[in-house]
């Protein structure tokens, strides 16, 4: 039980069921890797981002933390932008949330939650930053439109690094996008945020 015996059955049996369909699946996956979507998600163990929209290994780089936040110092998330941007030439950044979300969950409490707080900091600001939108609300409905408005705050923030406004300045296709996923029924929400250019930033900005 110590290695996790279970875990490696598991894994044989499905490598093993992928190439008895293809049999050259894996040697060619491992040949390149060239996605066109960057996915950058919650850490929720039950939002897979392959799955959620049923597409195979190698077909979406993915970085995911708690609450999809996109922070200025975050290096981890900064640098996995700019390989998926520079490097990868992806052609959509998709922030991705999900209703019923922990992290926005705890960042409503008034308690502690210990070295997280720091980070629910974020996800403050956010309520802050709108709270006449979200006064007034029931419990449930303030929970949902902090999983939204909290999606789009991180659009906004991705749509503001160096590395994507350096894309634009250069023509490079590139979109971003802010949608959510319902855990209850397994559909994904747009949020109707897709920008593609400055221009198109500074006119959502006067919006929302």
């Given at each position: 039980m110590k290695i996790l015996k279970h875990l490696f059955d598991r894994n044989l049996a499905w490598a093993t069921a992928i190439k008895e369909e293809d049999p050259d699946f894996f040697s060619l996956l491992s040949k390149q890797q060239a996605p066109e979507y960057l996915w950058i998600g919650c850490s929720d163990s039950r939002v897979p981002a392959n799955q959620i929209v049923n597409l195979p290994p190698g077909e979406i780089f993915v970085h995911?933390?708690?609450?999809?936040?996109?922070?200025?110092?975050?290096l981890n998330c900064l640098s996995v932008i700019q390989y998926a941007v520079e490097v990868l030439k992806v052609?959509?950044?998709?922030?991705?949330?999900h209703y019923g979300c922990g992290g926005i969950k705890a960042a409503m409490e008034n308690q502690g939650h210990g070295i997280i707080d720091n980070w629910l900091c974020h996800?403050?600001?956010?309520?802050?930053?709108?709270?006449?939108?979200?006064?007034?609300?029931?419990h449930d409905k303030k929970f949902d439109l902090l999983c939204e408005l909290n999606v789009i705050e991180q659009v906004k923030n991705v749509c503001n690094t160096t590395i994507v406004q350096n894309a634009w300045d250069i023509e490079a296709t590139l979109s971003v996008h802010g949608w959510v996923y319902s855990i209850q029924n397994g559909i994904l929400k747009d949020l109707d945020i897709c920008?593609?250019?400055r221009e198109q930033?500074?006119?959502?900005?006067k919006k929302i």
């Amino acid at each position: 039980m110590k290695i996790l015996k279970h875990l490696f059955d598991r894994n044989l049996a499905w490598a093993t069921a992928i190439k008895e369909e293809d049999p050259d699946f894996f040697s060619l996956l491992s040949k390149q890797q060239a996605p066109e979507y960057l996915w950058i998600g919650c850490s929720d163990s039950r939002v897979p981002a392959n799955q959620i929209v049923n597409l195979p290994p190698g077909e979406i780089f993915v970085h995911r933390n708690i609450a999809n936040v996109v922070v200025h110092t975050d290096l981890n998330c900064l640098s996995v932008i700019q390989y998926a941007v520079e490097v990868l030439k992806v052609k959509h950044i998709i922030v991705c949330s999900h209703y019923g979300c922990g992290g926005i969950k705890a960042a409503m409490e008034n308690q502690g939650h210990g070295i997280i707080d720091n980070w629910l900091c974020h996800i403050r600001d956010v309520s802050r930053f709108n709270a006449e939108k979200l006064s007034g609300l029931t419990h449930d409905k303030k929970f949902d439109l902090l999983c939204e408005l909290n999606v789009i705050e991180q659009v906004k923030n991705v749509c503001n690094t160096t590395i994507v406004q350096n894309a634009w300045d250069i023509e490079a296709t590139l979109s971003v996008h802010g949608w959510v996923y319902s855990i209850q029924n397994g559909i994904l929400k747009d949020l109707d945020i897709c920008i593609t250019s400055r221009e198109q930033l500074a006119e959502k900005c006067k919006k929302i």
